[in-house]
C-alpha cells in the first residue's frame, strides 16, 4: 500500500485523529523544527515552490546540512538518497540526524497506486524525521493556503522507534551493552 510519495514510515502515511499528549522534541529537534519553519516561511509567498529536501547531521558537534532534492525524483533517487544518507551517516560518525521533506499524505486508509498528486482531499505537509542515539521522532506540519500565501501549521510528532522506511534508522545500529548506549 503506497500512502506517501516518499515511502516514509506508517507514522507519516496518516494524519492522527486521536489526541494524544504533545510529544516535545529535544533541544536538536526543537532547532531542527523552528529552521524548517523559517525556511518554508521564505519562500511560502513564492509561486509553485517547495521546500527542498534535505538532511541535518550532527558531526562532532557540529552541524551538517545535505542538499538532497537535485536527486530525489522516483524510487531510484529516494533510494540513492537513502543509501546515500546512510553511508554518511557511518562513514562522519554522526551522533543525531534529521531528514526534512514535503510530501502529500491522505486523511483515509485509501489504498491509492502511484503519485498522490492529483488524488482530492490529499493534504500537502512538510515532514521531518530526528533521529538522536536510540530516538526516533516523526513530526509534520499541514501546509494550508491563506491569501495566495502557502502557510505551515502546528508541528505534530510522535515517538516511533519500530518505524520502518526509507529515510528512518539512518543512523548506524549501536551495540546496547556499549558505554554510549547507556
Do not use: Y
Not at 536527486?71 to 553511508?87: E, H, I, S
Not at 489504498?111 to 505537509?125: A, I, M, W
Amino acid at each position: 500500500m503506497r500512502r506517501g510519495f516518499c515511502s516514509l514510515p506508517e507514522g507519516f502515511a496518516m494524519i492522527p485523529e486521536t489526541e494524544e499528549a504533545k510529544l516535545v522534541p529535544s533541544e536538536f529537534g526543537a532547532r531542527v523544527l523552528e529552521t524548517t519553519r523559517d525556511a518554508f516561511n521564505g519562500i511560502a509567498s513564492e509561486k509553485d515552490s517547495q521546500l527542498t529536501a534535505h538532511a541535518l547531521l550532527v558531526v562532532n558537534g557540529e552541524l551538517a546540512i545535505v542538499d538532497c532534492g537535485p536527486l530525489m525524483t522516483g524510487p531510484q533517487g529516494k533510494n540513492l538518497v537513502d543509501g546515500l544518507l546512510r553511508a554518511l551517516c557511518a562513514q562522519t560518525g554522526a551522533t543525531a540526524v534529521a531528514f526534512v521533506t514535503e510530501a502529500w499524505f491522505l486523511k483515509s486508509e485509501e489504498d491509492v497506486q502511484g503519485s498522490l498528486e492529483h488524488v482530492p482531499g490529499r493534504l500537502d505537509v512538510v515532514q521531518v524525521c530526528l533521529e538522536e542515539g536510540t530516538s526516533l521522532q516523526l513530526w509534520h506540519a499541514v501546509v494550508s493556503e491563506e491569501g495566495g500565501k502557502r502557510v505551515l501549521g502546528e508541528w505534530d510528532g510522535s515517538e516511533d522507534p519500530d518505524a520502518e522506511g526509507r529515510f528512518v534508522h539512518l543512523l548506524p545500529k549501536k551495540d546496547p551493552a556499549s558505554p554510549e548506549v547507556q
